[in-house]
């Protein structure tokens, strides 16, 4: 990846993906060590419509303000609820949730005595977390260039299946390369994904339900070419429709034996693998999470 930053200003342009983002650069410029924050260009939440229509950006389209009305059962009780299965295993802070959305889960740290920040790409999401956190710092930025400090946290979150996003399994590299980096020698990650065999096996192939007032088809399968679970959530015909709608999800299907391997290769350690937030072992067969607790101890 490069940028041609203009050298007064640092601001400048990135291409990732094919699709073009604004890069602002920050960091401390006597001791020379840099971060990027990036901006993707025609961003649907300031600036109209995203002009990027080829599908591998659907992250930066999907999490408007009506992810909050398709995913409302993912509630606060079930981060204070994980904040306590973590607390067990000694996960410590200061905490960084990359891609903390609504903040639900910062808001469960911070009423557990926890200090938390957040970044996140979604305008519309980092919002509603700045409402629903009385105090905090939220960060608007990309999961593969952390704008933060290497060493700088004791633990850094990425929860409810925010990973496997991109179409390049590099970027999900550079995404655990990137939480590593900003980690303490000592410091935690905690990656929450699905459980890739146990979420197949019960894939709900079509459903309707009503979102925010008007009825909705949501549609799953599984594309061969990441693999990828793939979803779309589209009006019912004749309905008036939704802002936002139709839409994309698409998620790399990592096997839990792949994830061990990626963690393992970027110098973590496994120290607990949970099934569910209550921190319930994993079971292959059944459990719908697949969490890893781990840690970097020391390795560095
Ligand atoms: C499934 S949501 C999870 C949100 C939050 N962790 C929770 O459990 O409520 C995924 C989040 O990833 C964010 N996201 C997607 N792509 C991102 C990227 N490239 N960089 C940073 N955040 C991103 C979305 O905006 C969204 O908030």
Redesign the pocket.
Known sequence: MSFALDRDTAVGGADLAGTRFRARRIGDAPARRWAYTLFMVGDSSTRGPCPVDDGDTW??RA?DAL?LDL?RH?DGRE?AVFTRALQAKEVRGPFC?????????LRALADAGETACG????AP?LARAREVLSGGSLVR????VLPFRGGAFGAVLL????FG?FADPDDDRRVLAEAVRILRPDGSFVLDFLNAGATVRSLVAMSRREVAGVRVVERRWVDPRGPFLRKTVEAEPGEAGLPGLPRGERVRLYEPRELRALVAAHGLTVVAEFGDYEGTSFEAEESARFILVTRLEGTR
């Open positions: 992250f930066a999490f992810y995913y993912r981060a949730e990359v891609a903390c959305g609504p903040g639900r889960f970044l996140d790409l979604s999401l930025g990309d999961m593969r929860l409810f299946t925010s996003y």
